[in-house]
């Protein structure tokens, strides 16, 4: 009978040690792009020298954007230079036209495809790197050459805290930022007086038949008032007429008996266009309102007198102003990101032609999680996804 | 003897009379005589204000001092425009609405900025002071004999994306109600059918599904076409259509995936306003409001 008992322990403890080992072995497989590390929301899968990972993996770490149709089983991965198309189940792939063969196959895991990550990378001009469960990635690291940025002070920030970043990872590469408002971001990238504009406003059909807008954060125009002010919420009506000088009083809307000081940004500046076309149906601001050269500048004459009234990015709004709703809604990130928020606005980069080099990487670098979540938030914008 | 009875009545009627109002009395006020937790102090003379946008000048700062600010999320704005109209005409009190979002509004509300939030929740509210004062949902309906009893929902999703139009073997036609419908709008608040283009987020729904004006015309198109695939607000008459479970799950049990609750949050601590609009949640009007408009009301 204790033989028999041996005998149970022995396979027993032999069970224990089959089931768990492999377990064991399989380690948690890391993924890095230039040193940081990528939360991945499907684990990246390694296979010989490359590795499967999700399409939001290459969305946080590369600044891709991917598309996937369940109906046609077709993906596509497009950076700023570069588009890829891939089919689940067929190694080959599109890769800026021309049939390439990725080392695996896409496939569905937990019905999310999931792609080639060496195929991408090294299609945008990266390198793979893969030892034991650790992959690292090197792509903004790599970059080399001068930039030149111009445009819009509403995107300035993000732009020159990105190029910051980028200075000082790599040796060889000058990034130039430089505000001069959207007007002359959008004129700058026509006339090839710089490598990207920045602007604040969606382009016109004209100037989109010359240059190319890419998205590279969201934001919402506050309509701002001083702290004092009583008054927290406009009917767009109400709003509308305020800026085109039709009501003078605060006491028309709610207030106190004073006149309505109405301070604007300077002509060309993108944030008084998109107010111009989304808030006054194309009129002008009043004429005789006092123009402020950048977002900083507008906020500091609205909080220095208290019956005046501005309009700002959300990025620029702090404690010195006061925000009024319209229509009783106020811009946050839910509701500029819903689409609910009347002055919703996305802030773009602009590329004359498919843009090259470290230009190219410079955008896809701005769409990366580790730049929307360090960068975009952190300055008050909303970040793209 | 009776002097003294008549002492006490008179007592207890000012007593009543000032609680009745306390939901306007200035928030200033309010932390002197009932201190920052709301604990019980002496009660002195209430303030009823009267009032709206467009008053005389002069008096907007009191103004903004007495009233109730109401936050929440944008599916909600309506009801809460509602219920601010409803509350505002039972006590007298000025009412702000604003809708930042329910993430927005929560935090309005523990700095004090709101006295009270309103959004959907998908499950029951975790947090304290949080009540669930309503319900809605929709169901997916088909043809009575249309081949499928279930759908899953991611599947929903990418039907209203365009992105199959296929149920098992069966293509379908969708059928739903305009984007500014009540159902429309709830449809797209529970599922994932809205996309961003340029900066703007615009329905993915596709061009070719049926849009009608009423719930009762999507059960109308629906028993008459035997692939259709209709949006319709719980409560709806479905008049022999077959409502589609979801991942399983009808609209009777729990964790009902296109269902979601009302929720009023009136911030930690309290202020006396958000325990006033909290009390007036409870009253028949505010029931009344509530299930006026489409809302199903918690079952006791």
């Not at chain 1, 497009?78 to 599109?94: C, E, L, R």
């Amino acid at each position: 009978m204790s033989k028999f008992k041996r005998m149970i322990t022995f396979l027993l403890v032999a069970l224990f040690l089959v089931s768990t080992v492999p377990v064991a072995l399989a380690a948690k497989v890391t993924l890095k792009v230039d040193g940081a590390a990528i939360a991945t929301d499907v684990a990246p899968t390694i296979v010989g020298d490359d590795a499967l990972v999700s399409l939001k993996t290459l969305q946080d770490g590369l600044g891709v954007d991917t598309t996937y149709s369940a109906s046609k089983k077709m993906i596509t991965v497009k950076s700023a230079a570069h588009t890829f198309n891939f089919a689940i189940g067929n190694p080959n792939y599109n890769y800026d036209g021309p049939i390439k063969t990725a080392a695996v196959t896409p496939k569905l895991v937990n019905k999310k495809p999931v792609v080639s990550l060496k195929a991408v990378v090294e299609g945008l001009g990266g390198t793979v790197s893969i030892s034991g469960s650790s992959i690292e990635v090197k792509y903004f690291s790599l970059m080399k050459g001068t930039v030149k940025i111009t445009g819009s002070t509403t995107l300035q920030p993000i732009a020159q805290e990105a190029a910051n970043k980028l200075n000082k990872m790599n040796t060889g590469l000058t990034i130039s930022v430089a505000g001069g408002g959207s007007g002359a971001g959008v004129n700058d990238t026509i006339g090839g007086k710089n490598n990207l504009g920045m602007s604040s406003r969606a382009l016109t059909s004209e100037e989109k038949a010359k240059i190319t807008p890419i998205a590279v954060a969201d934001d919402g125009i506050a309509v701002i008032v001083h702290p004092s002010n009583p008054v927290k919420n406009l009917t767009k009506e109400q709003a509308a007429k305020i800026f085109l000088g039709e009501i003078t009083n605060w006491s028309e809307v709610g207030g106190k008996n004073a006149p309505i000081l109405v301070q604007v940004r300077e002509t060309g500046s993108g944030t008084r266009s998109t107010l111009e076309e989304m808030l006054l149906e194309k009129k002008s601001v009043i004429a005789s309102a006092t123009p402020s050269a950048s977002s900083a500048l507008i906020k500091q004459a609205v909080a220095r007198d208290k019956n005046a009234i501005g309009f700002d990015s959300i990025g620029f709004v702090d404690k010195t102003v006061k925000v009024v709703s319209l229509d009783n809604i106020a811009p946050t990130v839910e509701t500029v990101k819903g689409g609910s928020y009347l002055m919703g606005r996305a802030l773009y980069l602009l590329t004359k032609g498919t843009p090259k080099g470290a230009s190219a990487t410079f955008i896809d670098y701005l769409k990366t999680a580790d730049c929307q979540n360090t960068i975009v938030v952190k300055e008050g914008y909303i970040k793209l996804r | 003897m009776a002097k003294i009875h008549r002492v006490i009545l008179v007592l207890c009627l000012l007593v009543t009379f000032m609680v009745m109002f306390t939901g306007c009395i200035d928030k200033q006020k309010l932390k002197v005589m009932f201190g920052p937790d709301g604990a019980n102090a002496s009660v002195s003379a209430p303030v009823s204000q009267n009032g709206g946008t467009g008053s005389d000048a002069g008096d907007a700062q009191a103004q903004a001092r007495q009233s109730l600010d109401i936050n929440g999320s944008v599916g909600v704005l309506p009801l809460m425009k509602l219920l601010g109209d409803a509350f505002s005409e039972s006590g007298g009190c000025i009412v702000n609405v604003t809708a930042g979002g329910k993430d927005a509004a929560i935090t309005a509300a523990d700095s004090g900025e709101a006295d009270a939030v309103l959004y959907e929740e998908s499950g029951a509210p975790g947090s304290e002071n949080a009540q669930v004062i309503a319900s809605d949902g929709v169901m997916l309906i088909v043809n009575a004999g249309f081949p499928a009893d279930g759908i899953e929902y991611d599947h929903i999703v990418e039907l209203f994306t365009d992105q199959d139009n296929m149920i098992g073997d069966e293509e379908v036609q969708l059928v739903l109600t305009g984007p500014g419908s009540h159902t429309r709008q709830v449809f797209e608040g529970i599922f994932p059918v809205r996309g961003e283009s340029e900066g703007v987020q615009q329905s993915l729904v596709p061009d070719t599904a049926t849009i009608v004006e009423r719930d009762s015309d999507v059960v109308s198109e629906v028993l008459a076409n035997p692939s259709a695939i209709g949006v319709v607000s719980i409560g709806t008459d479905l008049q022999g259509a077959k409502a589609l479970l979801i991942d399983g799950r009808s609209l009777q049990d729990e964790g009902y995936g296109a269902r979601e609750q009302i929720v009023l949050y009136t911030g930690q601590p309290q202020s006396e306003l958000s325990k006033a609009f909290a009390g007036f949640i409870q009253s028949d009007a505010a029931k009344k409001v509530l299930s006026d408009n489409g809302y199903t009301l918690p079952v006791k």
